[in-house]
Every structure is written in structure tokens, then in C-alpha cells.
């Protein structure tokens, strides 16, 4: 016979006492609390857990994440090769000048020393050339590796609410599209912008040394190449920001429409999904061709301005010689000079246009580089109860509140079945508790005094076990996905694992604990699955329950085994979301929540 308690509630709410029933009352008090978890480390080597150490210090930070550090020795260095670089090959086109004269003089033996004195000096060049190469790579690697190592870690940092702010697509075109794109048109763009000055200013020293009418003419070309290609910088920055907006949106389609396929190929709506498909397929199509378009018209201006550049140039040396003031040999080398000296006019406006392009994208970056709010919560302890008071939420975009103002409390060591109409707010109410979600109004208080989000979350969620209506699956081991970073020894698994009612049958487990389950878990049936997951809730032994419809989807028998298991002892206290009424379940409960 079920007795009201002694509580007050609105109209819509009831709540009632049950006969308890309890068997195996002390299933769980085994030796589960004696395990110890011990982190597992994340990245497998020294050089790996060294840099994930120095990011975990503060390292990286907004600050240098997007700024290549110049007093970095490994920078110092590369700008020193850079520069070494750039002198060596302005001094080439000088040792072809003197190869040249030597006609004049018809000296072989000087002509032999000379020629294997240049290839000496070819292989120096080259040598040096790939040891700046490799020390180029090893910045851009550094930069974009700890960019994406510190985006990552922010986002985990969220909370549960923050975090679904943002889709799953915006996420994935973060780390495949937004980070290739800073280290292409932004990281990479700096270092070459860099080389190239340092080039240009080496070959115009040079120029000036040998001949200032030279260096004069090849300076009005410059003035003349630079306002020629700054036009137009406005229209390539525009065409990259709508091209990453498509492929984000393409991105977030694409997702959505392979996750659905089934649901598309039972409703036989297939044929129209691909023509939807094909709609968004050519917009991202034609946002490519807009800003490849604007690159291209860049490209061929920047090739007529060069070359234009090239033929005066030749000329003015030409020139300068039959006045006497070059020699033959110069006329030759300034073939290279000239190529030296258009190369850098002709990539400097187009890198810093490439420069100025990554300019929205940084800006998107930059809500996930900014620091995150102090946490204020630092209160810990063992949790005892959680009181609500005159709580009521509305979501951000809902229309009305999901709950009106009610009051609440749950007791440690009971059991509670909280039950309702589909949308009337069960699963929000659980969010609410577990952190999930903001309070609208009114508080819940953690032991009767503390408020919520004043309770340190790490403390929290070492004492709350959430059990969601999505079972959370990664691509890994059996293991992998029960002990999540941490260490258990076989023993508590396969007691977790008995506990569930999953048995580790050998065609199900071929590998046992070591099988591998694939992404999302498509190799396992969905009951396989949801035990799966209580296995893990069962084997990280949380005195606090928080479970979602957690038999949903398995047959009556077993059902029945996991909720006498889970609650048949007074060491967990379970908040539980059901929809099933049979008389044995809800014996099982000592308050039932109507909403």
C-alpha cells in the first residue's frame, strides 16, 4: 500500500512511499572501493608526454599559439639558416658572372678551378637548403600541433552545456578545416613572407654595390609590382570566408544525412536526398569557384607584372654594358638576379594577401583561445542530499518554461523513480542535477546549503554516475571503452561485467576484454551496447546514480536482473527515469516523482 510522504509539492507533482522488498542487500559491497585509478597517460612516448606536459603548464597560450615566438632558438635558428640561405644564392648569380668573363680571358685551367669551385659551392647551397627545410617543417609541425593540441583541450575543459552550444560539423571543421588553413595561409605564410623579404633586401644590397642605376630601375619595378598586386585583397579575403562557410555547412549536412541513412532507406526517400546532396554539393562547388576565381585573376596579374618586370630589367643591364658600366658576365647573372628579386615581388603581395585571408578564421578561432572564466566552485566533500527549491528551467530558444516553480529533495541511500508524460521535463530535471545544464530560477542546494554550481565539479563527479539514453561508444578495446583512462584489474571488470548481466561469451568477445569495438559500436546490438554501459557505470563505482531509461531496449529477464542489481543496495542512491509501471519494478523504488 503506497503512503504519501510528508512533503509539499505542487499539484503536479506526487510522491509515495514503497515497500522496500531488498535481496542481496550487499551485492555491492564488495571490494570495488579498494581499486585504485591511476590516469593512464594519453600519448604513448616521452617526447609526446613532454609536450602535452608543457601544454598542461601554460606553455601555450592564446598568445603563442597564434604568434610564431622570434626568441625561440629553433626560430633564431631558421631565421639564421634563412638568411645564410638567401646570401648564398644572391653570391651564385656573382660566381656565373665571373664563369662568364672568363671567356675573355680563354684561361682553362682558372676556368676548371672555377667550375669545381661552383659545384662545391652548389652542394653547401643544397645541403644547407634542406637542413632549413627540415627546420621550416619541424616550426610548422610545433605550431599547428600545439594550435590544435590547445583547441582540444579547451573544448574538453567545457562544460556538457557549452560544449552543445556548438555542433558536431562546426567542431570537425575546427581541427580538419579551420586548423589547415591557419597553418597554410597564416604559420607557413609568415615564414615565407620572411624569406622572401630577407631575399629581396640581400639581392638589392647586392644590386646597389654593382651598379646604383641598376638598383633604381629594379626599384620603381618594385613600386610598380607592389600597388599592382594589393589590388583586389578585399575581394580573396571575402571568397575564403564564404568557401569555409560552406564546407562547414556542407560538413554538418554531410554528417546528418550518412547518420540518417537508415531511417532514409526504410522511408525509400533515398533518391531525394541525393538530390539534396547534389543542391549543396554544387554551393560548395560554386564558393570554391568564386575564391578560386579571385586567385586565379591574382595569379595572372602577378605573372604579367613579373615578367614585365623581367624584360626591362634585362634591358636596363643590357644597356648598362654597352656603356661599359657592367660586364657580359653580369648580363648573364642577371637572369638570376632578376629571377631572385621578381620572385619575391611576385609571392610577397600574394603571401600577405594569403596572410590577410586567414583574418576570419583566426577571428573564429579566438572565442576557443580565450581564457576560461574562473571556477568558482571549490567546495568538496561527500554529497549527502541534493535539495531543490522552487526550481523552473526554459530553454534559451523554448517558447515556455519546460517546468513550472517546484520544490524537491533526494536523500542519500534511496531510490527514486521520477516519471511523466514524454517532454514534461524528466530528462532536464537529471541535466539539471548532474551539471548539464544552467538553473533558469530557484536552486538546488548540495547538502542542503551549498549551491550547485558552487560544488567543485571534479569532487562532483567522483561521487555522480550518469547513465544517458545515448550509450557513448569510441572506436577501441572492450576495456578501453569500460575503464576510460583509468586502471582496473580484470577481476573488478568481469565483475562489472556480471553485474550488467553481459557475459563475455567468445563469439560476441572473440579477444575478450581486448576485442575491439567500432566507432559507435556498430558491431554490438543495442542491448549489447546499453549493458555495455552500465558495466562502466557498475565497475567506476559512484555512490550516486543518475540513470535515463537504463533497461530500455533489453529483454524482460535481464531487465529485471540489473534493476534487482542496481537497486537492491542502500550503499547507491539511484534518480532514475522510467516509463515502465509493472508492480516488481516499482517495488523496487522508495519515492516515485510523478511530473
Same mark, same amino acid.
Given at each position: 500500500?503506497? $503512503?504519501?510522504?510528508?512533503?509539499?509539492? +505542487?499539484?503536479?507533482?506526487?510522491?509515495?512511499?514503497?515497500?522496500?522488498?531488498?535481496?542481496?542487500?550487499?551485492?555491492?559491497?564488495?571490494?570495488?572501493?579498494?581499486?585504485?585509478?591511476?590516469?593512464?597517460?594519453?600519448? +604513448?612516448?616521452?617526447?609526446?608526454?613532454?609536450?602535452?606536459?608543457?601544454?598542461?603548464?601554460?606553455?601555450?597560450?592564446?598568445?603563442?599559439?597564434?604568434?610564431?615566438?622570434?626568441?625561440?632558438?629553433?626560430?633564431?635558428?631558421?631565421?639564421?639558416?634563412?638568411?645564410?640561405?638567401?646570401?648564398?644564392?644572391?653570391?651564385?648569380?656573382?660566381?656565373?658572372?665571373?664563369?662568364?668573363?672568363?671567356?675573355?680571358?680563354?684561361? *682553362?685551367?682558372?676556368?676548371? *678551378?672555377?667550375?669545381?669551385?661552383?659545384?662545391?659551392?652548389?652542394?653547401?647551397?643544397?645541403?644547407?637548403?634542406?637542413?632549413?627545410?627540415?627546420?621550416?617543417?619541424?616550426?610548422?609541425?610545433?605550431?599547428?600541433?600545439?594550435?590544435?593540441?590547445?583547441?582540444?583541450?579547451?573544448?574538453?575543459?567545457?562544460?556538457?552545456?557549452?560544449?552543445?552550444?556548438?555542433?558536431?560539423?562546426?567542431?570537425?571543421?575546427?581541427?580538419?578545416?579551420? &586548423?589547415?588553413?591557419?597553418?597554410?595561409?597564416?604559420?607557413?605564410?609568415?615564414?615565407?613572407?620572411?624569406?622572401?623579404?630577407? #631575399?629581396? !633586401?640581400?639581392?638589392?644590397?647586392? !644590386?646597389?654595390?654593382?651598379?646604383?642605376?641598376?638598383?633604381?630601375?629594379?626599384?620603381?619595378?618594385?613600386?610598380?609590382?607592389?600597388?599592382?598586386?594589393?589590388?583586389?585583397?578585399?575581394?580573396?579575403?571575402?571568397?575564403? #570566408?564564404?568557401?569555409?562557410?560552406?564546407?562547414?555547412?556542407?560538413?554538418?549536412?554531410?554528417?546528418?544525412?550518412?547518420?540518417?541513412?537508415?531511417?532514409?532507406? =526504410?522511408?525509400? $526517400?533515398?533518391?531525394?536526398?541525393?538530390?539534396?546532396?547534389?543542391?549543396?554539393?554544387?554551393?560548395?562547388?560554386?564558393?570554391?569557384?568564386?575564391?578560386?576565381?579571385?586567385?586565379?585573376?591574382?595569379? &595572372?596579374?602577378?605573372?604579367?607584372?613579373?615578367?614585365?618586370?623581367?624584360?626591362?630589367?634585362?634591358?636596363?643591364?643590357?644597356?648598362?654594358?654597352?656603356?661599359?658600366?657592367?660586364?657580359?658576365?653580369?648580363?648573364?647573372?642577371?637572369?638570376? *638576379?632578376?629571377?631572385?628579386?621578381?620572385?619575391?615581388?611576385?609571392?610577397?603581395?600574394?603571401?600577405?594577401?594569403?596572410?590577410?585571408?586567414?583574418?576570419?578564421?583566426?577571428?573564429?578561432? =579566438?572565442?576557443?583561445?580565450?581564457?576560461?572564466?574562473?571556477?568558482?566552485?571549490?567546495?568538496?566533500?561527500?554529497?549527502?542530499?541534493?535539495?531543490?527549491?522552487?526550481?523552473?528551467?526554459?530553454?534559451?530558444?523554448?517558447?515556455?518554461?519546460?517546468?513550472?516553480?517546484?520544490?524537491?529533495?533526494?536523500?542519500?541511500?534511496?531510490?527514486?523513480?521520477?516519471?511523466?508524460?514524454?517532454?514534461?521535463?524528466?530528462?532536464?530535471?537529471?541535466?539539471?542535477?548532474?551539471? #548539464?545544464?544552467? *538553473?533558469?530560477?530557484?536552486?538546488?542546494?548540495?547538502?542542503?546549503?551549498?549551491?550547485?554550481?558552487?560544488?567543485?565539479?571534479?569532487?562532483?563527479?567522483?561521487?555522480?554516475?550518469?547513465?544517458?539514453?545515448?550509450?557513448?561508444?569510441?572506436?577501441?578495446?572492450?576495456?578501453?571503452?569500460?575503464?576510460?583512462?583509468?586502471?582496473?584489474?580484470?577481476?573488478?571488470?568481469?565483475?562489472?561485467?556480471? =553485474?550488467?548481466?553481459?557475459?563475455?561469451?567468445?563469439?560476441?568477445?572473440?579477444?575478450?576484454?581486448?576485442?575491439?569495438?567500432?566507432?559507435?559500436?556498430?558491431?554490438?546490438?543495442?542491448?549489447?551496447?546499453?549493458?555495455?554501459?552500465?558495466?562502466?557505470?557498475?565497475?567506476?563505482?559512484?555512490?550516486?546514480?543518475?540513470?535515463?531509461?537504463?533497461?530500455?531496449?533489453?529483454?524482460?529477464?535481464?531487465?529485471?536482473?540489473?534493476?534487482?542489481?542496481?537497486?537492491?543496495?542502500?550503499?547507491?542512491?539511484?534518480?532514475?527515469?522510467?516509463?515502465?509501471?509493472?508492480?516488481?519494478?516499482?517495488? =523496487?523504488?522508495?519515492?516515485?516523482?510523478?511530473?
Amino acid at each position: 500500500m503506497r $503512503v504519501p510522504i510528508s512533503m509539499i509539492f +505542487p499539484s503536479s507533482f506526487s510522491t509515495f512511499i514503497l515497500p522496500q522488498g531488498r535481496e542481496n542487500e550487499n551485492l555491492f559491497a564488495s571490494d570495488t572501493r579498494m581499486r585504485k585509478k591511476i590516469n593512464a597517460p594519453l600519448l +604513448p612516448n616521452c617526447k609526446a608526454l613532454r609536450y602535452t606536459n608543457s601544454i598542461n603548464n601554460g606553455l601555450f597560450r592564446k598568445e603563442s599559439v597564434m604568434k610564431i615566438n622570434i626568441q625561440s632558438k629553433k626560430t633564431l635558428f631558421y631565421l639564421f639558416l634563412t638568411f645564410l640561405s638567401c646570401l648564398l644564392g644572391t653570391w651564385f648569380a656573382f660566381l656565373l658572372a665571373d664563369l662568364v668573363d672568363l671567356v675573355l680571358k680563354k684561361d *682553362l685551367h682558372h676556368l676548371t *678551378l672555377q667550375t669545381l669551385f661552383i659545384l662545391g659551392f652548389l652542394l653547401i647551397s643544397i645541403s644547407l637548403a634542406f637542413i632549413k627545410g627540415c627546420v621550416h617543417n619541424a616550426l610548422l609541425k610545433e605550431k599547428s600541433c600545439g594550435l590544435r593540441s590547445f583547441l582540444f583541450r579547451k573544448i574538453f575543459s567545457f562544460s556538457v552545456e557549452d560544449f552543445q552550444k556548438h555542433n558536431s560539423g562546426e567542431y570537425l571543421n575546427l581541427f580538419l578545416s579551420d &586548423c589547415e588553413l591557419i597553418e597554410e595561409n597564416y604559420f607557413k605564410a609568415v615564414l615565407t613572407l620572411f624569406e622572401h623579404i630577407c #631575399q629581396l !633586401v640581400i639581392v638589392c644590397v647586392a !644590386v646597389i654595390f654593382t651598379d646604383p642605376i641598376m638598383f633604381f630601375v629594379m626599384l620603381i619595378m618594385s613600386i610598380i609590382t607592389v600597388v599592382v598586386m594589393n589590388a583586389g585583397n578585399g575581394k580573396i579575403q571575402t571568397g575564403m #570566408q564564404k568557401f569555409a562557410e560552406s564546407k562547414e555547412c556542407f560538413s554538418v549536412f554531410l554528417k546528418e544525412r550518412l547518420s540518417c541513412f537508415p531511417l532514409f532507406s =526504410l522511408y525509400q $526517400v533515398t533518391s531525394f536526398v541525393a538530390g539534396d546532396f547534389d543542391l549543396r554539393n554544387t554551393e560548395l562547388g560554386n564558393a570554391k569557384y568564386v575564391q578560386q576565381k579571385e586567385l586565379l585573376k591574382k595569379s &595572372c596579374l602577378a605573372e604579367f607584372v613579373g615578367l614585365s618586370c623581367t624584360v626591362i630589367i634585362m634591358a636596363a643591364a643590357v644597356g648598362l654594358t654597352i656603356y661599359g658600366r657592367l660586364t657580359a658576365g653580369f648580363v648573364i647573372a642577371s637572369g638570376q *638576379l632578376v629571377g631572385k628579386m621578381i620572385s619575391p615581388l611576385m609571392v610577397i603581395p600574394g603571401t600577405y594577401a594569403q596572410l590577410k585571408s586567414s583574418q576570419p578564421v583566426r577571428e573564429r578561432l =579566438l572565442p576557443y583561445l580565450e581564457p576560461l572564466p574562473s571556477v568558482t566552485g571549490n567546495k568538496k566533500g561527500k554529497i549527502s542530499s541534493f535539495k531543490i527549491e522552487d526550481l523552473s528551467f526554459q530553454y534559451p530558444d523554448g517558447c515556455q518554461p519546460v517546468f513550472h516553480p517546484f520544490s524537491l529533495t533526494f536523500e542519500e541511500g534511496k531510490h527514486y523513480l521520477i516519471r511523466g508524460k514524454s517532454g514534461c521535463g524528466k530528462t532536464t530535471l537529471l541535466r539539471l542535477l548532474c551539471k #548539464q545544464l544552467s *538553473l533558469h530560477s530557484g536552486q538546488i542546494l548540495v547538502n542542503g546549503k551549498t549551491p550547485l554550481q558552487d560544488w567543485d565539479s571534479a569532487d562532483f563527479f567522483e561521487q555522480i554516475g550518469v547513465l544517458t539514453q545515448q550509450n557513448y561508444i569510441f572506436t577501441g578495446t572492450l576495456r578501453d571503452n569500460l575503464c576510460l583512462y583509468q586502471t582496473f584489474s580484470d577481476e573488478e571488470i568481469f565483475h562489472a561485467l556480471r =553485474l550488467a548481466s553481459l557475459p563475455m561469451s567468445p563469439t560476441a568477445f572473440p579477444e575478450g576484454l581486448c576485442t575491439i569495438l567500432t566507432e559507435s559500436g556498430n558491431n554490438f546490438s543495442g542491448g549489447e551496447l546499453q549493458r555495455i554501459a552500465l558495466a562502466r557505470i557498475f565497475l567506476h563505482d559512484f555512490p550516486w546514480i543518475f540513470a535515463d531509461e537504463f533497461t530500455t531496449g533489453l529483454d524482460r529477464q535481464t531487465a529485471q536482473k540489473i534493476e534487482s542489481t542496481l537497486l537492491s543496495s542502500r550503499e547507491k542512491t539511484v534518480i532514475a527515469i522510467s516509463h515502465q509501471d509493472s508492480p516488481e519494478f516499482l517495488a =523496487l523504488f522508495d519515492e516515485i516523482i510523478e511530473l
